[in-house]
């Protein structure tokens, strides 16, 4: 459509909004309500403009009107300017003038449009009114109730984008104000991003009131490794310390939002608790050395044992360039081909790298129906969640939730079946054959176009089911298949060939075609597969292995037999560890080498879509911390090998010389070019060597007992939440949640003790549950108190009596 903006004609999509597309001609309208992420409301009126109508010019309101074909708009006339600065004079009323002190000085939209849109002086020389502040409305957000000027753009986020409407509006006229629920905190995993769309000052986020100035910070755009989303993120830092995180309005992946994970996660990279020298095991303690001594002790170590009998586990928490530098050094150096990145994630390597058709995150909006039989995204991929929810609630997409417990998005799906855990084969097999009380989820998944959403519902769950699944799934008509997987960039470090079965660029290591191109680059590597982690873990402890290296791998806490793993580590002759903590399992190690963090370091990352992203460095490492590609390259130059992996920039290049599935990804791209959004590989100058389709294999049905519901929640005791402060206090409390009917059969109430016996027994205190499915009991992972139970299918639950 044509229109004409300020006298200058324009050609804007149809339907679009007036605000929008005159931004997108080149002409500013001020506003504060309007985000281009939410739906338009038209409260605060700064958005005014005059429009021409059969009866005369009128003023409206440019954030709700769309365009019209011929539509003139004056955006500057004297009418629009004496409205926008008697908005401006009335919100100015009672805000204080607190610039000076305020978080948001400097950035803030209010004091920008006061200054070029104000009448420059106010008429109002009354006394202000004047609350307590600030106020903690969760542990995170604080409230400056006097700055607020209405514009409900936080109570609009919370309602319509992540579905927890826990802020609501009180009071009438100048009295109104945003408060929480009685006895109910603004408990939203999303909270932060009220903070960051908040134009004014009044929502700030505690972690970083009073850190710093914006005018101080220095930013660069990267990825949050929260999970396999990789939402991208503006890390903000003043004098060399991170300081904020900002969620980058990406379309592709995360529209700007962020979980309070991605969010606030930065902090660990400054605590004390950091390794900050290399370590090396002295007279039964870990005692600091220099570089030199640590690589030149772990050279020996390794040069003085076979190659067959060293293996890799890891590599799922580094950038790309560091996975393909420890697969290079794996394969070609030590040759050795027992690597692997996954510790129990569930899928088969295959599967989670080379499974076609993909999905890709915008395929959800297209989609007619969502089938999610995995994990609840809400705990596990939260933005992935609230691209689901935007799908089925704003898009129409029908959503069929397949999974043992109620999850976040249960109120918006058409569909939910339940089932308890270890009767996954069996609920496949109705739902595929639409037997029963399944029929009506059979036929949705058969109306049109499907995007199956897949991965383990909990981690004691048989891993096979998720693949099966998604075989069925490939049937259906336009069918296209996403996988899930937790760890931060593991789909990247397969893809780097840090899998027993694969080569990098998403090839397979049987066969002979890739291992010799590869061979070309490399020089001779290891033939045929190696073991996987839990293989790995098992050689270990029966002696096949003697000596593993750990990339930023803890197995005692994230292997689903944490007592297999630390007997592992406890029998390896030789450990050598690549973090940033003394974790569990980095305690177990003879040589630990201190890596570099967020914001330290410089690459790419894979996510679950196969799309590429740019890290970028922003501060320099703590203490003598360096990137795992750098610390590979001078420990191989000490076993006399040569990794040619001289700075990132020169490992990425070779990715995309060796990789085929990477063939044409450049930083240059990424960086600068039509790659800043990301670049899904393989690329048109890319091939994929692997196309792996899903298979249904034989799985045993678990009903004897409790089935285990061993499921994430998004602030676990994981050790980059543990060393950060803002989220260690929102790690919840470990239950055993049962059903109200198991509870009744058990005699127990809420609060009771039961004894929960799995790989080991755990004592917890009983929650009931009626959104789990009968005959199951729910333990969430990686907790302290839950850490021991492990991943058994099926658990005994056994209440514990006071004797007394």
């Known amino acids: 459509m044509e229109i004409t903006i300020d006298g200058v004609a324009a050609q804007v999509p149809a339907g679009e909004l007036l605000i929008k597309a005159a931004e997108d001609a080149g002409t500013y309208i001020p506003r504060f309500c309007w985000h281009p992420r939410m739906k338009p409301v038209g409260m605060c009126r700064m958005c005014l403009v005059e429009l021409e109508t059969p009866r005369g010019t009128m003023l409206t309101t440019a954030c709700t009107q769309q365009v019209a074909d011929g539509m003139v708009v004056d955006t500057r006339s004297e009418v629009v300017t004496k409205a926008q600065e008697g908005v401006l004079e009335f919100l100015l009323i009672n805000h204080p003038l607190d610039c000076p002190v305020c978080d948001k000085g400097g950035e803030c939209p209010l004091q920008d449009q006061a200054f070029a849109y104000g009448p420059g002086e106010s008429r109002y020389v009354e006394p202000k009114r004047h609350y307590e502040k600030p106020i903690a409305i969760s542990d995170l957000v604080l409230m400056d109730r006097e700055r607020c000027i209405l514009c409900a753009r936080c109570t609009r986020f919370s309602d319509e984008v992540s579905g927890d409407p826990l802020i609501e509006f009180k009071n009438r006229g100048n009295r109104t104000e945003v408060i929480t629920f ?76 962020l979980s309070d994970k991605d969010r606030f996660i930065y902090e660990h990279v400054h605590s004390s608790d950091r390794l900050t020298e290399p370590l090396v095991r002295m007279d039964g303690d870990l005692a600091p050395v220099s570089w030199n001594e640590a690589l030149a002790h772990v050279a020996e170590r390794l040069g003085s044992v076979p190659g067959t009998e060293i293996a890799g586990i890891g590599g799922a928490h580094t950038l790309n360039e560091d996975a393909y530098a420890f697969s290079k050094f794996m394969r070609s150096i030590i040759v050795s081909p027992h690597v692997d990145s996954r510790i129990g994630d569930g899928l088969s390597a295959e ?16 989609a007619h129906t969502i089938l999610l039989w995995g994990p609840d995204l809400k705990e596990s991929h939260p933005v992935l969640y609230l691209r689901v929810r935007r799908a089925a609630r704003e898009l129409g997409v029908q959503l069929l939730i397949v999974s043992p417990r109620r999850t976040g998005l249960d109120d918006v799906a058409a569909e939910t079946i339940r089932y308890r855990p270890g009767t996954g084969p069996d609920v496949l097999r109705r739902l595929v054959a639409g037997e029963g009380d399944l029929e009506s989820a059979h036929r949705l998944l058969s109306k049109g176009s499907v995007v199956a959403v897949v991965g383990q519902t909990g981690l004691a769950e048989d891993a096979m089911l998720a693949e099966a699944v998604a075989a069925h799934a490939r049937d259906l008509p336009e069918s296209k298949i996403m996988p899930l997987l937790h760890r931060g960039n593991v789909f990247g470090a397969l893809d780097m060939g840090l899998a027993p079965s694969l080569l990098p660029g ?32 098992a050689a270990l402890e029966t002696g096949q292995l003697a000596t593993v290296m750990l990339m930023g791998a803890d197995p005692i806490r994230d292997h689903s037999d944490p007592g297999s793993a630390r007997r592992a580590l406890d029998n390896a002759d030789f450990v050598v560890a690549f973090d940033m903590f003394l974790t569990d399992s980095v305690r177990l190690a003879d040589v630990v080498l201190p890596v570099a963090g967020l914001g330290e370091v410089e690459g790419t990352v894979t996510n679950l879509e196969g799309r590429v992203q740019k890290v970028n460095r922003l501060i320099p490492p703590i203490g003598r911390a360096r990137p795992p590609w750098e610390i590979l390259d001078d420990l191989a130059a000490h076993m006399g090998a040569h990794l040619g992996a001289t700075s990132a920039s020169a490992v990425a290049k070779e990715i995309a010389s060796v990789a085929p599935a990477y063939a044409g990804v450049t930083w240059d791209t990424l960086d600068w070019g039509e790659g800043r959004e990301g670049v899904v590989v393989p690329t048109e100058d890319g091939v994929q060597p692997l196309q792996y389709i899903p298979a249904v294999g034989a799985i045993p049905v678990v009903a004897d007992r409790f089935g285990l519901h061993l499921g994430r929640v998004l602030f676990d005791d994981g050790v980059a939440v543990r060393h950060s402060p803002a989220l260690a206090g929102l790690v919840p409390a470990a239950w055993a949640h049962l059903h109200p009917r198991d509870a009744s059969k058990l005699a127990v109430r809420e609060g009771d003790l039961v004894a929960v016996s799995g790989m080991e027994t755990v004592e917890l205190p009983v929650r009931i549950d009626p959104g789990l499915a009968p005959g199951s009991v729910y333990v969430p992972f990686n907790l302290e108190a839950t850490a021991a139970i492990g991943a058994a299918a099926s658990v005994s639950v056994d209440a514990l009596r006071d004797d007394s």
């Open 182 to 257: 009685p006895d109910e905190p603004f408990s939203s995993y999303f909270s932060g991003n009220t903070v960051q769309i908040c134009p004014v000052g009044a929502l700030t986020a505690a972690p970083f009131r009073f850190q710093a100035r914006p005018w101080d910070l220095e930013a660069v755009e990267s990825v949050s490794l929260v999970d396999t989303v990789h939402s991208k993120i503006s890390l903000q830092s003043s004098q060399n310390r991170l300081t904020r995180v900002y969620g980058v309005d990406n379309d592709p992946t995360n529209h700007g939002w």
């Open 506 to 537: 998403r090839a397979s290591a049987m066969s002979e075609e890739a291992r010799a191109a590869l061979e070309g680059a490399w020089g001779m590597v290891p033939d045929g597969s190696g073991l996987d982690t839990a293989g790995i873990l």
């Open 351 to 366: 599967f989670a790298a080379a499974v076609v058709p993909r999905a890709l995150i915008d395929d959800l909006d297209e």
